[in-house]
């Protein structure tokens, strides 16, 4: 009896060892549609794969916010064209988009969300294998924590990428007026939406912008939002491509819960913003110098909601010998949306050159 269950298991055994074989093919690979879970001190966290994995090339990609979703991202160029070159990662943070897990002020932090990307480096290790080649991304929020990332451990990265980081978030709120007054300047020199502009400077005028205030910065952002409605409106920013923006909805309104994900933007940025004071009080700049990886700093020349004096900043700052500035002459905070061709171009090229 012993002799047949032996034989039995050895059977399933071998079974198992073909469907896994036959499971992680070259073909499939090449074009991977994968989800995978990350389990670190008491959350869970989805990092949704698409792509070319069959060179191993990882994309990671975070998000803005804090609060925001890594689906999002998946439209435009990154979908149609940098899913060719690599295997993208569209990753939930801690407290966003479709994570999970019970969060207080000692449960969330930069430092354990920074903690958790290098855990989701382990498990894409686990799956994928030891020799995995990882690219780090952040966009707006998404640029602190890169910061916070690299800042812990970059050796596990070939590159990294800043898009609109706000890697100094402190500074952010005090460079908001100087930005608004310039742009504002420069449009009613133009003769662009005068009544708009001169009611935006009428507006900052009213703030008291030398001392910080939550309140006063989420004023600021949010016009900044405004702002570049405006400069659209012009055709100083390229407006988005109807195909994008029916992806984003797509990605963000269909492939998650919108209770669940407003429900963790709004329960995370109470934590961060009002509890923590990341915004008032967080900044990386005088540690820049210590990332010396291969760096690409991307930004809008209109990005009026992390200012393009801090991609001067990023790119001076940074400790790599092997660094580029690119200023996109028709974008604003989403370079990706509003130049998408030259986006991917530069993306891809990076990745091809230091992978």
């Not at 382990?122 to 966009?139: A, R, T």
């Not at 952002?221 to 029916?246: C, P, V, W, Y």
């Not at 010998?321 to 604003?332: D, E, M, P, R, Y």
């Amino acid at each position: 009896m012993q002799t047949i269950i032996n034989k039995i298991q050895k059977t399933i055994s071998v079974l198992v060892s073909v469907l896994f074989v036959l499971s992680c093919t070259q073909d499939d690979v090449g074009d991977l549609s994968d989800t995978l879970y990350v389990r670190h001190k008491g959350a869970d966290m989805p990092a949704h794969i698409y792509g070319n994995a069959s060179e191993k090339v990882f994309l990671i990609i975070l998000h803005g916010g804090p609060g925001g979703n890594g689906l999002s991202y998946r439209s435009g160029t990154i979908k149609s064209e940098i899913e060719k070159t690599c295997a993208v990662v569209y990753y939930d943070q801690r407290g966003s988009g479709m994570s999970q897990g019970k969060y207080s002020e000692d449960g969330i932090s930069i430092e354990i969300m920074a903690e958790d990307i290098l855990a989701l480096v382990k498990v894409i290790q686990h799956k994928y294998g030891d020799d995995s080649k990882f690219f780090l991304m952040g966009h707006s929020w998404g640029g602190t924590l890169g910061t916070a990332v690299l800042l812990k451990n970059q050796d596990v990265f070939k590159g990294w990428i800043e898009i609109g980081g706000a890697h100094d978030s402190s500074g952010v709120f005090f460079e908001y007026p100087k930005n608004f007054r310039r742009v504002a300047n420069e449009q009613i020199a133009l003769e662009n939406n005068v009544t708009y502009w001169e009611a935006v400077k009428n507006k900052i005028d009213g703030l008291n912008t030398d001392t910080y205030s939550d309140d006063d910065f989420y004023t600021m952002n949010k016009e900044a939002s405004k702002a570049e409605e405006k400069l659209e409106d012009d055709r100083l920013i390229n407006k988005t491509r109807s195909k994008i923006q029916g992806e984003f909805v797509i990605n963000t309104f269909f492939k998650n819960n919108v209770l669940t994900v407003a429900w963790n933007a709004n329960k995370t940025q109470s934590i961060l913003v009002r509890d923590q004071g990341i915004f008032k009080d967080l900044s990386f700049k005088d540690r820049l110098d210590e990332i010396t990886i291969p760096s690409l700093v991307l930004w809008g020349k209109y990005d009026m909601v992390v200012p393009p004096k801090f991609a001067q900043d990023a790119f001076d700052g940074l400790g790599s010998t092997s660094k580029k500035l690119v200023i996109f002459q028709n974008s604003g905070h989403t370079i990706m949306n509003h130049e998408p061709d030259l986006f991917a171009d530069e993306v891809i090229d990076f990745i091809n050159e230091y992978e």
